[in-house]
Every structure is written in C-alpha cells, then in structure tokens.
C-alpha cells in the first residue's frame, strides 16, 4: 500500500506547480513508476534479494525527500514540494518495511514449491501430483 500511495504521490507531483524548479517533473515520472515495479519486484524476490530492494527502496525515499526540500516553491500539502515529500515519505517507509519484514513476506510462486516431500500421503491422486511434482513418471513403476 506504501508503494501505491507513494507512486500516486509522485505523480500528483509531476501534475501540480513546482514554482521555478518545474524541470523536476519528469524525474518524478520516472521514480512514480519505479515505485510501481518496485512493488512487483518485492513480490518476485526473496531472501537478499528482496532485502536489497529495500535497501534501494529506501534510498530513493531518501532522495526523494532530499529532492523536496532542496528546490523551492510553496510548502503545502498539494504543491509540487508537499506531494513530493509525502511520496518521498512513503517510499523510505515502505523500504525501511521491506528490509524488516523481508522474510514474513510471501514470495510469487511460493504455493508451487514441492509439496509433501517428507513422503507418501497415502492419497493415490495425490501421491501422483507430487510425483510430477518431483519430475517422476507417475505411469512408470519407478515407485
């Protein structure tokens, strides 16, 4: 959720008056969209993987936010800084949660693991799900 309120954040951004500093837009286009793959690649990885994407996610919350402060323009919510900010925000939160929860958070793919590796269910269609499962012939007699 962090990640779609930062990219919807960031694209408000883009849509709203920056004052004199209007060039950034675009870059915050591009980190809008980072933040979308972003939360497609948090569910692709796993392990260190994931970890360093959080890493990743979280630095650019932190440029993100650095970006916001550094420019000029007006200080609310629904200017250009504000919505910049509050995505930048979003972002460094979202990371810094990835990093944490890296582990507890379900991977694509991860119902598909080899399922009842500890032996034989005594289920006949079950046992020869598993069987193709572990690349055997369940026709064969490789029982």
Do not use: E
């Not at 959720?1 to 990219?7: D, I, K, V």
């Not at 960031?10 to 004199?20: I, P, S």
């Not at 009842?116 to 079950?126: L, V």
Request: one cysteine or more; a neutral charge; proline letters at 3%.
């Amino acid at each position: 959720m962090l990640l779609l309120g930062t990219a919807a954040a960031l694209w408000g951004a883009t849509k709203v008056g920056w004052g004199a500093d209007h060039q950034l837009t675009s870059g915050f286009d591009a980190l809008a969209l980072l933040s979308l793959a972003s939360l497609l690649g948090v569910f692709a990885v796993g392990g260190w993987a994931r970890r360093m994407l959080g890493a990743v996610i979280a630095a650019a919350g932190v440029f993100v936010c650095w970006q916001g402060i550094a420019t000029s323009g007006p200080w609310h919510l629904m200017s250009g800084r504000g919505l910049a900010l509050l995505g930048g925000l979003l972002f460094l939160a979202a990371g810094l949660l990835i990093v944490r929860n890296a582990t507890t958070l379900p991977t694509m793919g991860a119902k598909y693991q080899l399922a009842n590796t500890r032996g034989r269910s005594g289920d006949p269609h079950q046992d020869m799900w598993d069987d193709l499962s572990h690349g055997q012939d369940p026709t064969g007699d490789q029982r």
